[in-house]
């Protein structure tokens, strides 16, 4: 860090301990040049992961997104609202591990998909339905053909 006074390059702690907000540290750093004392502040640097859109356009990422999808795909299911909150945690939780600044929503998309197959079919192919834009009853029906073999196997 550098001397506000003098602009030396060699500082050094002599105090550190959580500011009032505690979301950062206070410093009190000491000048090895000219032995003044100044305090700096250090925090993390947040920036917010952003979502690839198929369009390519960048947004914000919302977990409020996922969480309306998994709702409406759901409705009417024999799905609790403890079990759509856990599937949302779980998708997030595999986002965040990634420790990218930038995430495809066709990623999101998948996991969604894969947690909701486990969780309640019909949701899974209503979600399915509309993140891979059928486009006719014979794309759906296959779909559907693929989760009866598995259940069956």
């Known amino acids: 860090m550098k001397c506000p006074f003098c602009g030396a390059d060699d500082t050094r702690v002599i105090d550190s301990r959580p500011a009032d907000d505690n979301t950062s540290i206070r410093r009190r ?3 090895d040049v000219c032995q003044k004392r100044f305090t700096t502040y250090e ?9 690839i859109k198929k369009d390519l356009q960048r947004q914000p990422y919302e977990r409020k997104k996922i969480a309306e999808g998994v709702v409406r795909s759901c409705h009417k299911r024999q799905v609790t609202a403890d079990e759509m909150e856990a599937l949302v945690d779980k998708v997030e939780a595999d986002i ?15 996991l969604v998909m894969n947690e909701l197959k486990n969780l309640d079919a019909v949701a899974y192919v209503r979600f ?6 059928f486009k ?3 794309t759906f029906m296959e779909e559907i053909k693929k989760i009866i073999d598995k259940q069956q196997d």
């Open 43 to 51: 925090k993390v640097e947040e920036i917010p992961l952003m979502v």
């Open 29 to 31: 750093r000491q000048c």
């Open 128 to 133: 399915a339905s509309i993140y891979r834009q």
């Open 96 to 110: 965040f591990a990634k420790e990218k600044k930038e995430i495809a929503s066709s990623y999101i998309g998948e």
């Open 136 to 138: 006719d009853v014979d």
